[in-house]
Structures are given as structure tokens and as C-alpha cells.
């Protein structure tokens, strides 16, 4: 893994929210592309209760803190955001499941 890219410094608050702002607009569509593939998860899966895969949710979580160990990042923050993502969207694979059953 690639370490994270250097911060400049800032000069103001406002010059870190600027930056905040502008890293969220990278973020954003990056989590919209994610749960378009988490819809389609939902295809795959015979039952709303086989969208829960615990051993998967902790290969992520031991993926993406190796990832924020390697970028300088706090694993243990970056395992709270993963658990928080992973929870919406296994919500959002539960209703999609619904949805295509009464649909099938």
C-alpha cells in the first residue's frame, strides 16, 4: 500500500475545511459507486439473512485497517467508519433483496 500523500499545511480553519470539502467530494461518489455493487449483491444471495457474512465483514475490516496502517491512518478509526459503512450497507442489500423477491 501506498502511505497517504503528504498534507500542506494550513494556514486557517477554513483552509481545512476546504480541504475536508474537497476530499468528501472524491469520497461521496466513491460510496455511491460501492453501493451500486452492494445493489447488485443483493441479486446473488438466496435470502435476506445470507446478505450477513460475518467472515467477509472482518476480511474488510482487516483489509482496510492493513490499508490505514500503511497510509499513516488510525486503524482503529478507520475500523469504526468500516463497521458504520458495512452496517448501512447491509441495510441497504436487506431492502434490495426484498425488493427483487417480490418482484421475482
Known sequence: MQPAKPLKPCESLNE???NIDRLDKLIVPLL???EGYVRQAAR???SAEAVVVPARVEQIIGFV???ARD???SPAAMEKIYRAIIDAMTELE???HH???RKA
Open 44 to 46: 446473488f444471495k438466496k
Open 16 to 18: 481545512v475545511r476546504i
Open 71 to 73: 497510509a499513516g491512518a
Open 32 to 34: 455511491a459507486e460501492r
Open 99 to 101: 425488493t427483487l423477491s
Open 65 to 67: 485497517t492493513a490499508q
Open 94 to 96: 436487506v431492502s434490495e
